[in-house]
């Protein structure tokens, strides 16, 4: 029996599959496509979630674009059922991501989800993705990702 390909993603990616007229949007709905096949698991923080609520309640980015999203709400994402890390455990870590390579906690805890389950952390914040350059090679933007499991 062959094993999932597992990933994480950060809010960034999740977006995405609110707002699909955003940038590189392509990919993220991919890869939430793929989650949906059932040829991909998807796993993300608890903070996830606080993070889509938070972009959730920006109405004038929830409102300007014209075709519905894939996913209209929190309740919806919910429902999705990607696999949750809880943060307990993974907060030293996360602190040791922050201070080490000097980014937010919020995006220290990706890092240590992502690494706790020996996944790759899947992000659209290009900043993160060039701050982690050379140091973590399990950090990669959609496009990587979709070519690392899904080779054309």
Known sequence: MELQPAVSVDASVGAKWFWPDEDDCGEALALLELFGAG???I??????FSEMGNLLLSPPVAYRYPRPPPVA?????????LERFSSAGQLRSAMA???????????????????VAGVPLVTCD??????????????????????RFYPK
């Open 39 to 41: 040829r991909i698991a």
């Open 43 to 48: 796993i993300v923080p608890e903070l996830f």
């Open 73 to 81: 709400s929190l309740q919806e994402l919910d429902r999705l059922g």
């Open 97 to 115: 991501f922050a201070q080490h390579l000097r980014v937010s906690f919020y995006d220290a805890l990706y890092l240590a989800t992502a690494e």
């Open 126 to 147: 290009q900043r993160l993705v060039s701050t982690v350059s050379g140091q973590l090679d399990w950090v990669m933007s959609p496009t990587a990702a979709l070519t």
